[in-house]
């Protein structure tokens, strides 16, 4: 049987690894000797407007760096991401964006739609409880809410899907959704989409945090039953 693919615990270096190299060496679980699948990839990617995006996507990926022509290359990031996102858009010919985003990260949907407009694109901006829909629809129990005994309007990401469709967008960024709702918008949105940042309510929506601190603040996440 198969391994499945396993990339994660891979423990060859980058430079000896076959998905960068050549004549790189394979590990258990390595996805690229899965020449149907690699070629079924390839196929998609020839598809006029998936070429042009993902042709633009890594164009954009190496603008991101400078002094690229010095050899030996070290590698220098120069860009945000929401730099990056605005060349991006400018590259596909993008005019309108939809920015979607949670109620608890307003002011920064207020800053980056101000980007946006300088930046020379129409917005189309929707918050998260968008609609107003109580809780109780989705069946939740009084305990289930973050503010018990009081209304409480449930995130809507399906509202802001539909709505940023129905706007016809050009591209979505998200901002700040939850993790199940950021989900939810990217099944039903019919328009390509990216996520400028998202929710982390303990570390400042940086979530790579607590991965760096495993082994220090937050070890516990690294047993088996952690404590919830």
């Known amino acids: 049987m198969k391994k499945h693919a ?4 891979c423990t060859l270096p980058n430079n000896e690894r076959i998905c960068m190299d050549p004549g790189g060496k394979t590990s258990p679980g390595c996805p690229t000797p899965r020449k149907r699948l690699v070629e079924a990839a390839k196929k998609e990617y020839k598809k006029g407007e998936v070429n042009k995006f993902a042709r633009l996507a890594s164009i954009q990926e190496a603008e991101c760096y400078i002094n690229r022509e010095k050899k030996p290359y070290v590698m220098h990031p120069v860009k945000p991401r929401i730099q990056e996102i605005c060349e991006f858009a400018k590259k596909m010919g993008y005019k309108k964006l939809g920015l979607v985003f949670c109620v608890g990260l307003k002011k920064e949907a207020e800053i980056a ?3 946006f407009k300088v930046q020379g694109f129409h917005t189309v901006s929707v918050v998260c409880k968008a609609g107003r829909m109580p ?11 973050i503010f018990i005994g009081e ?4 995130c809507n990401p399906i509202l802001q899907a539909l ?3 129905n706007e016809k967008t050009d591209f979505n960024i998200l901002l700040g959704l939850c993790v199940g709702h950021d989900s939810l918008f990217f099944k ?7 996520v400028l940042a998202v929710k982390d309510r303990v570390t400042g929506h940086n ?3 607590a991965l760096y601190l495993y082994e220090t603040y937050y070890m516990r996440l690294c047993k088996k039953c952690f404590d919830l």
């Open 151 to 154: 209304f409480e309007s449930a």
């Open 113 to 115: 739609n101000r980007i």
């Open 207 to 209: 979530p790579l945090a």
């Open 188 to 194: 039903y949105a019919t328009s390509p989409s990216t």
């Open 163 to 165: 709505i940023v469709n």
């Open 6 to 9: 396993n990339c994660a615990e």
């Open 135 to 145: 809780k109780e629809e989705l069946g939740l129990k009084e305990n289930e809410k």
